[in-house]
T-cell receptor, first 114, second 114 residues
Framework: KAGVTQTPRYLIKTRGQQVTLSCSPISGHRSVSWYQQTPGQGLQFLFEYFSETQRNKGNFPGRFSGRQFSNSRSEMNVSTLELGDSALYLC?????????????FGPGTRLTVL | AQTVTQSQPEMSVQEAETVTLSCTYDTSENNYYLFWYKQPPSRQMILVIRQEAYKQQNATENRFSVNFQKAAKSFSLKISDSQLGDTAMYFCAFMKPRSGQLTFGSGTQLTVLP
């Protein structure tokens, strides 16, 4: 099976712009979770989608949003970018209904905000 | 809310030796999952091992094993016969069932010395 893929791998934006990141889960996985990784805050949970519904959300401002499509692919959007949004954004997929609760991660999208 | 603590920011071990990484967590839940992930310099997050809280038997995966002490809320990782490829940041993580949310510790940077 192919692993989790994320596009783009690298992104450079300026303050005030918006950005959309994409994540394709492992085939058959219906749960997609997003994380932000920074040197200062470590790994923080953004949100989780399962069957197109957001089931859980972390403590991030409303500028961070996401969605999931019927094929389980997920997108994450950040509006009005701030310098502090520079981070590695990781998505992970799992299949909890089939017992695969562990999350498998993509390679990440490195976002730099100038 | 759950918290995960890794008190060893950095560790080193000689090739072929054994090393133990520590992790403690705090939760009021009775049923949960614990994981160890490794993140090498490529930044790809890789699952090392998983433990279900309801299982008393400690999980093992080849050279990797855990010491799970539920009452003490301790979850350490033992790496036997350390290899150069084990050099990575190791994260301990907690997850409640059906939450899709991993709560990570701050990580332990392990360096295997030749």
């Amino acid at each position: 099976k192919a692993g989790v893929t994320q596009t783009p791998r690298y992104l450079i934006k300026t303050r005030g712009q918006q950005v959309t990141l994409s994540c394709s889960p492992i085939s058959g996985h219906r749960s997609v979770s997003w994380y932000q990784q920074t040197p200062g805050q470590g790994l923080q949970f953004l949100f989780e989608y399962f069957s197109e519904t957001q089931r859980n959300k972390g403590n991030f401002p409303g500028r961070f949003s996401g969605r999931q499509f019927s094929n389980s692919r997920s997108e994450m959007n950040v509006s009005t970018l701030e310098l502090g949004d520079s981070a590695l954004y990781l998505c992970a997929s799992s299949s909890p209904t089939s017992g695969t609760v562990e999350q498998f991660f993509g390679p990440g999208t490195r976002l730099t905000v100038l | 809310a759950q918290t995960v603590t890794q008190s060893q920011p950095e560790m080193s071990v000689q090739e072929a030796e054994t090393v133990t990484l520590s992790c403690t967590y705090d939760t009021s839940e009775n049923n949960y999952y614990l994981f160890w992930y490794k993140q090498p310099p490529s930044r790809q997050m890789i699952l090392v091992i998983r433990q279900e809280a309801y299982k008393q038997q400690n999980a093992t995966e080849n050279r990797f094993s855990v010491n799970f002490q539920k009452a003490a809320k301790s979850f350490s990782l033992k790496i036997s016969d350390s290899q150069l490829g084990d050099t990575a940041m190791y994260f301990c993580a907690f997850m409640k069932p059906r939450s899709g949310q991993l709560t990570f510790g701050s990580g332990t940077q392990l360096t295997v010395l030749p």
